[in-house]
């Protein structure tokens, strides 16, 4: 099985994820700049599952996603600039979208995503220290709701 552009999950402000769980789209503090992005980098995708708003930066139930950076316009038929991010699962176990390895692949076991990114919607990645700053906060927010950590 490989990944098909048609199957591609595609981040939006609100994604459904696992069926029935919603998870909201969370803007890192100082995401790096979309020419910063590094071919084959580690990243973060962020998501509070508690938060209402994108731009609200209060949530206390952090849920970072590792992802790794696959390529910018990897597809032809885009009609603006997309930046993609693969699940590190999929990418370790098969490579990167789109000449990744699948042979002897069942369709029942592979759960992999590629996240399509708009630049607007980039500011949900965070590189490694991006993670620690916008992890610190969270630790802060929750100390100061009362909160266990």
Known sequence: MTIEVADIKRATRDLRVGGSYR???SCAADPPEPSDFVHGGLYF??????????????????????????????????????????DTKSFCAFGAYPNNRTEGLEP????????ALNQEDLCQIADCQGLIDVLSKCI??????GNSV
């Open 23 to 25: 998870r909201q789209l």
């Open 45 to 86: 995708m962020l998501w509070y599952p508690d938060q209402q708003n994108q731009a609200d930066q209060s949530g206390l139930f952090l849920v970072p996603d590792s992802v790794v950076f696959v390529g910018k316009n990897v597809d032809s038929d885009e009609e603006r600039d997309t930046w993609y991010f693969q």
């Open 140 to 145: 802060a927010r929750r100390k100061s709701s």
């Open 108 to 115: 029942d076991n592979y759960y992999g995503r590629l996240y």
